[in-house]
């Protein structure tokens, strides 16, 4: 089978949207006909999930890269930190975080987790702000 030509037929037949929608039937469905409403036993694999989360993690880091200066010279734990919170608030809303930002350029890592927890962000979720803090903190796990 020329699994190339279905896919162009099945594009072509089914339509291509690249976020959730409700089909003619009333249930979630995204890409090209991917029933993903767990109502008709919908969904994805746990392989699926890991690949998007991997796209997921290269844009916002490549996002990062672009609008943070001193994203190279930062280590990796601190990396992922700024990543964790970019990954729950978009790109834009780490960007907000000016005063952190600036501490970290300076690499005045107190001063940089206490601007991170004092916000919104942590309020409403304190656990994962405390985690994601103290890796800006140390550079540590």
């Not at 993903?36 to 844009?59: K, P, Q, V, Y």
């Not at 990796?76 to 000016?98: E, P, S």
């Not at 991170?116 to 405390?130: K, V």
């Amino acid at each position: 089978m020329n699994v190339e030509q279905l896919k162009k037929d099945l594009v072509r037949d089914e339509g291509e949207v690249l976020h959730a929608y409700v089909d003619s039937l009333g249930y979630t469905t995204i890409g090209v006909g991917r029933l993903i409403d767990n109502r008709r036993g919908g969904g994805i694999t746990h392989d699926e999930a890991m690949w998007l989360l991997g796209n997921d993690i290269s844009r916002v880091a490549d996002q990062l890269n672009a609008r943070i200066d001193c994203w190279p010279e930062l280590d990796g734990v601190r990396q992922r930190a700024l990543c964790n919170m970019a990954f729950q608030l978009g790109a834009g809303g780490l960007l907000k975080f000016k005063n952190m930002l600036r501490a970290i350029e300076q690499r005045d890592w107190e001063s940089a987790r206490r601007e991170a927890l004092d916000s919104t962000w942590a309020r409403q979720t304190p656990e994962r702000a405390g985690r994601v803090a103290s890796m800006i903190l140390t550079g540590k796990e």
